[in-house]
């Protein structure tokens, strides 16, 4: 054996062995959690497809705690979707609906708790972040295309409400996502640093810039992050629409869950702050895959989809909007959530 094949051989043995270290190291860090197994979703169970609880793991080590939909007698590799959102939402509410549905049509789903939220891991709780939210969506493609009954040439996304905007911020960066949906879009960098229809001055996200790291500090005091509370409880008379609309979802039995944030105590005050100065739709213009953008006629939120297909360039990029359609109407109303348009457009991108 010359030097030369010698080393390469020990070179080989020693990466296969780190290899395996790693693989090691990364199973005995999925954190084991304590899953809910019998059904408490906010919609009823479907008996067309199998249902499992599932974990895989983020690169920043946060255990994702998922439902797994599978079409009941499918043959074959499947092609499969990763769902989130909404923004403060859990996989028992719209999410875990629209997998369930898509399932319905022939897709392997994944639902999935972000990082910090719901049944997955991650402290302190109740943390956002433009850059672990978008890997929470890669996190689960890794999971997807590693699963033995998923073809990993067809793996999509579909994000709902801010879930949408991080949806298209992940078919940005992971090439691995060949077909994006984000339904009824929030694009979370704009609005929290911009505020509503962008009428944040400069001068008042300076002052909640102050205020965010003010509480930082009171935090740090305390041991413990305040909580900004999630839809206002009691609704107040005047409230706009919008508002009204969320508290008929997120605090009524239609939609109202216990471990979602909004429902209740809602997300860390200070998780504002990582967003006010990383807009997370800065390459949306470099996607390649295809994606659809889905808005209601009459959200409030529409002019997000607006902005970012105006953006996005290809022909495989299309917005959709639903006529007469509210922002919460695409969280769970079947009848007028365009399912077919949905299901057609993976089809033709998932092939």
Not at 75 to 92: M, R, T
Not at 113 to 118: I, W
Not at 227 to 233: F, H, K
Not at 327 to 349: A, G, R, S
Request: glycine share 6%.
């Amino acid at each position: 054996m010359t030097i030369k094949t010698f080393l390469a051989a020990g070179l080989f043995a020693l990466t296969t062995t780190a290899v395996a270290q790693t693989n090691q190291t990364t199973e005995a860090k999925m954190e084991q959690l304590n899953l809910v197994q019998e059904w408490d979703k906010t919609f009823p169970q479907s008996d067309k497809v199998s249902h499992t609880k599932v974990t895989f793991r983020t690169r920043y080590g946060t255990t994702l705690a998922a439902d797994m939909y599978i079409p009941k007698n499918a043959e074959g590799k499947l092609p499969a979707i990763a769902v989130s959102g909404p923004f403060g939402a859990v996989k028992e509410q719209a999410s875990g609906l629209y997998a369930q549905t898509l399932a319905e049509r022939g897709f392997l789903t994944v639902a999935f708790d972000p990082s910090f939220t719901g049944e997955s891991s991650g402290e302190p709780r109740y943390l956002a972040s433009p850059d672990i939210s978008t890997e929470d969506f890669s996190a689960a493609v890794d999971f997807l295309a590693t699963n033995d009954l998923v073809d990993p040439e067809r793996i999509g996304i579909l994000g709902i409400c801010g879930w949408g905007g991080f949806a298209v911020n992940a078919a940005a960066i992971d090439t691995r996502i060949k077909a994006t949906v984000a339904s009824t879009m929030y694009d979370i960098s704009r609005c929290q640093s911009q505020g509503y229809f962008d009428q944040m001055t400069a001068d008042q996200r300076y002052e909640l810039r102050q205020q965010l790291n003010a509480q930082r500090t009171e935090d740090f005091k305390n041991g413990t992050y305040a909580l900004a509370g999630g839809v206002i409880d009691p609704l107040p008379a005047d409230a706009p629409q919008f508002v009204k609309d969320y508290y008929a979802y997120y605090k009524m039995p239609r939609g109202y869950h216990a471990r979602s944030l909004n429902s209740n105590t809602g997300w860390a005050k200070t998780s504002s702050l990582s967003f006010l100065n990383a807009p997370i739709l800065a390459y949306a213009n470099e996607i390649r895959s295809a994606v659809l953008l889905v808005h209601g006629e009459k959200a409030h939120s529409r002019y997000f989809s607006e902005t970012v297909i105006k953006n996005l360039t290809g022909e495989n990029k299309e917005l959709y909007i639903v006529p007469g359609a509210s922002h919460t109407d695409l969280y769970d109303q079947t009848n007028i959530i365009p399912f077919d348009k949905i299901v057609t457009f993976y089809q033709t991108y998932l092939k």
